[in-house]
């Protein structure tokens, strides 16, 4: 299964390293991973997005728990949940679809960062399953390239463990 | 006051306790080894290669259960050490490893003599850090001795650049250490305790694991109360050996791959098994779905990742296995008023059957000098009152089969990461934290040529160390394993041309001494024994013998092959490849 996990670490020279290198060192698969500051600097955060059975997924916790730099593991599969991403999208239509493009563009609240005679650069935020089907809409219409930033995620303020 | 880098590590090492540093100079780290020239308190101990120096320090370690420390300088200097963390790391051995490292400014520009160590060692230690400002350098060493002996103990890593320890800055020592993500859990949950004491009131053939944690925490006095007041036998992991004693009443000796058929037995026959400091290890467990199939597992571990790691557990208890033991024994006692040695007589007496059906044993010869008598003797001739250190393989089996360990930190072995070249430096490091002790590493001829140059440190600091080789001329436990599951094609295991053990070691002004008979052993152990040198011996033993009991890796640990049963086994075994 699927799990979201929201690591606390302190901002040090080699945590990253140390986290990747946990789960490339135990075989665990990473999906997705992003790191920002928080309000305090000396702290960042991290949410992985990782999948493995009920063992797996202790063992992640419990080896993230384990490394010294780790604050804090929550697990956010546990509890509902608000999570997002963003994907950077630069397609090139042909010219009888780029009115659809625009219009899917918008029926998913994208926003067209760049355009040129060929191409838009789309952005669209979501869950993970939006921004899956707004790749497989703009498919056929020529996708150049596109980036996404991986998942971020936070617990509701008013939230029960599942 | 204003003190250089190398004068604040120095400062702290003293500090810190430290009397005896293993280490190797170089380039980057003259700055240190500077200071140690005239220094009355810190005595360095220069070994002939890195590697040596961190398992000298390892042993030394898990003689004194203090943190052993580790000066090298960069570049090959660090890399060297890297064997040594990764057996301290999987053996839970507290280190302080300092390595040079070229200036911060030429860091990542490829300068002679730079690895990224920090890097390169970071799966392989419990924590290590660059330090890059010689502001921060006492709170770095300080917490490294932290982070090296508390919780799970590990090898911690320094690097420490030739400008932060030529810099220099005003000293502060500080008194407490705090790390907000470093919290290791102590105490274990009370109502764990009690459900555990329960499950084990109701037990009735239950078993103990006691594993490499009983010694690291020093709970052996524990372990001892707990079997012997509610009458339940003990097995000992390889790394728990000493952990309670090996000639006591209720000792099953060693599970496992090597391990005695009383104690597979046991463990698969078991209702209830108290693991205690151990990890479940694939040798330990052998397949594991048809591990201990009856029994219940209560599993108390200082590490939260031990538990349901590698097997599922009923009863899991975090936290420092002395003080959880010292709980759960009390509770016992106030508890439970059963007369224990009645409750568990039928198992204690099935436990005994097991025992007598199929002893420890070997097939003795007066003609060749079986290995395993080697290793009888030398617990005879001792009273079993000796430090005990191993290489890998063969010897380090039969060191572990048939020596009785009775005290903790007596039997120094590489049980995780299961290191050749182990053994004859940690007797060094053994010896030093240990003077009067005798020391004895059990080698093969194979292990003992991977840290030979060590001689020449255990001669110069004149370490009574002895070395006995059990000379078979092969690889022996590899040649095992291709003689039962690679149709005796062995594969680069002969090591024909061994050197001459005996003249080796006289030239590098040790005593050899060599033995090709069974009458022979025992003089040559005592004349060792005798002599306040370095010795090496040269046990030319029985090449053609194997470690029994063996539980092939992958089958079920009651699945064991016999030496009598040899061939049926074997041709089974055959069979299936």
């Known amino acids: ?162 | 006051m204003k003190m250089s880098g190398a004068e604040i590590v120095v400062e702290c090492l003293k500090r810190e306790g430290v009397k005896h540093i293993f280490g190797y100079p170089g380039g980057v780290i003259l700055n240190i080894f500077d200071l140690l020239y005239d220094d009355k308190d810190l005595k360095l101990i220069l070994t002939r290669h890195e590697q040596g120096a961190v398992h000298a320090a390892d042993g030394y370690a898990r003689v004194t259960g203090r943190p052993g420390v580790v000066l090298v300088t960069s570049g090959p200097g660090a890399t060297n050490t890297v064997t040594g963390l990764a057996t301290a790391s999987m053996d839970s051995i507290p280190l302080v490893v300092l390595t040079g490292q070229v200036p911060t400014v030429l860091i990542g520009n490829d300068a002679f003599q730079e690895a990224d160590i920090v890097g390169i060692s970071r799966p392989c230690t419990k924590y290590n850090i660059l330090s890059k400002d010689v502001k921060n350098l006492s709170k770095e060493i300080r917490e490294a001795f932290y982070i090296a002996r508390t919780g799970r103990p590990g090898p911690v890593l320094i690097d420490l650049p030739k400008d932060v320890t030529s810099g220099k800055t005003d000293f502060v020592w500080p008194e407490q250490v705090s790390i907000r993500s470093y919290n290791p859990t102590y105490e274990g949950n009370k109502w764990m305790i009690e459900k555990a004491a329960r499950a084990i009131a109701q037990s009735k053939k239950p078993l103990i694991i006691a594993g490499g944690g009983c010694i690291l925490s020093d709970a052996s006095e524990e372990v001892r109360e707990l079997a012997e007041f509610s009458s339940i036998p003990v097995t000992m992991t390889m790394m728990g050996l000493g952990s309670f004693p090996g000639s006591h009443d209720l000792s099953l000796g060693m599970p496992g791959m090597h391990g005695t058929f009383y104690a597979n037995k046991s463990i698969q026959n078991a209702d209830l098994l108290i693991a205690i400091g151990m990890r479940f290890d694939d040798r330990v467990t052998g397949k594991i779905e048809a591990f201990a199939p009856h029994a219940k597992i209560i599993h108390i571990d200082i590490d939260p990742t031990s538990i349901r790691k590698n097997v599922s557990v009923d009863i899991p208890i975090v936290g420092d296995v002395k003080r959880i033991l010292t709980v759960l024994n009390r509770v016992m006692k106030e508890e439970m008023k059963e007369q224990w040695s009645e409750v568990r007589k039928a198992w204690l007496k099935q436990v005994a059957d097991w025992k007598h059906e199929r002893p420890m044993t070997y097939t003795r010869s007066d003609e060749v000098i079986k290995p395993q008598f080697v290793v009888e003797k030398i617990y005879e001739l001792t009273a079993g009152d000796a430090i005990i250190t191993t290489e890998v393989g063969q010897n380090q089996m039969w060191a572990a089969q048939f020596y009785k360990y009775d005290k903790p930190r007596t039997w120094l072995s590489s049980g995780g990461l299961g290191t050749m070249g182990y053994g004859f430096p940690a007797a060094l490091g053994a010896q030093m934290a240990a003077p009067d002790k005798l020391v004895i590493d059990i080698a093969g001829d194979g292990s003992i040529q991977m840290n030979i140059q060590e001689l020449a440190t255990a001669v110069i600091y004149k370490l009574p160390v002895k070395v006995a080789i059990l000379n078979n001329r092969y690889l022996g436990m590899v040649r095992q394993w291709q003689e039962l599951f690679f149709s005796e094609r062995y594969s680069h295991t002969n090591l024909d041309v061994t050197p001459d053990f005996v003249a080796l070691a006289e030239a590098y002004g040790a005593v050899g001494l060599r033995a090709t008979k069974p009458s022979e052993v025992e003089p040559v152990l005592k004349e060792a024994f005798s002599i306040k040198r370095t010795v090496f011996m040269d046990f030319v033993v029985d090449w053609k013998e194997k470690v029994y009991p063996m539980v092939p890796a992958g089958a079920s640990i009651d699945e064991m092959l016999f030496e009598e049963k040899e061939k049926p086994a074997e041709k089974k075994l055959k069979a299936v490849k």
């Open chain 1, 1 to 162: 299964m699927r799990h979201t996990i929201s690591v606390l670490v302190e901002n040090k020279f080699g945590v990253l390293s140390r986290v990747s290198g946990l789960f490339s060192g135990r075989g665990y698969n990473i999906e997705s991973l992003s790191v920002g500051e928080t309000i305090d600097p000396q702290i960042s955060i991290m949410t992985i997005v990782t999948s493995g059975d009920d063992w797996v997924i202790e063992q992640i916790t419990k080896q993230l728990n384990k490394l010294i730099d780790v604050i804090k593991v929550v697990d956010l599969t546990e509890f509902d949940h608000v999570q997002r991403e963003m994907i950077l999208i630069k397609v090139a239509p042909k010219r009888e679809n780029k009115v659809e493009v625009l219009r899917l563009a918008e029926i998913f609240r994208g926003r067209v960062l760049d355009s040129s005679p060929q191409t838009f650069t789309i952005e669209v935020t979501g869950e993970e399953k939006k921004i899956a089907a707004f790749i497989e809409l703009m498919k056929p219409m020529g996708i150049k390239e596109f980036v996404r930033t991986g998942t971020v995620a936070m617990a509701r303020e008013i939230s029960k463990k599942k």
